[in-house]
């Protein structure tokens, strides 16, 4: 049972891997036929800068799920409730470090190229998630609108920790 859960388990990971090859792929193809080279660089740009951020988590998250093994399988729950305890003050951790990182590179929108875009997708589910959002719209919502056009896009029928969208242009 063990190693047919295992395939499966690799089987849907390589589907996963494929898919979001396919689909970025198809995003580039899109940008590079509707829209112009400078809105690809820009897009690239910040899609690089939110994956060296994500760096951030550090494996926590792999390192949470197999330190939870053994306790789950005694059925030890004294020990499950301390480690989410020090799960959920990692998080908050680097939730704060990523906030702290991400507003640092804020001052440098205006650096954005006129009619530029800047998109920003906050996910609010974890356990610092309402202190970013809550950050991020306190910025956003101060940005000058003569400067900037600030867009806000969430799921109305996803729940509370569903991700939002943010899309800055500068005019």
């Keep these: 049972m063990r190693k047919k ?25 899109v940008f590079v036929h509707y829209l112009s080279q400078e809105y690809l660089g820009v897009n690239g740009l910040f899609g690089d800068v939110l994956g060296m951020l ?3 988590e550090l494996g926590i998250g792999s390192a949470m799920i197999f330190s939870m093994y053994r306790p789950a399988a005694q059925n030890d729950e004294q020990q499950l409730a301390r480690l989410m305890n020090l799960y959920r003050t990692l998080y908050r951790i680097v939730a704060l470090a990523v906030l702290g990182i991400g507003l640092a590179l804020m001052p440098f929108l205006p650096l954005l190229m006129k009619g530029g875009v800047c998109t920003i997708c906050a996910y609010p589910g974890h356990a610092a998630g309402d202190e970013e959002r809550a950050a991020l719209m306190a910025y956003l919502s101060a940005l000058r609108p003569q400067e900037y056009n600030v867009l806000h896009h969430r799921f109305l029928n996803a729940g509370a920790g569903a991700p939002e969208c943010f899309v800055v242009q500068r005019q």
Excluded: E, P, Y
């Excluded at 395939?7 to 580039?28: A, E, T």
């Design 5 to 29: 859960n295992s395939i499966i388990n690799m089987i849907v990971g390589l589907v996963g891997q494929l898919l979001n090859m396919l689909l970025s792929f198809g995003g580039r193809m």
């Design 54 to 56: 994500n760096l951030a």
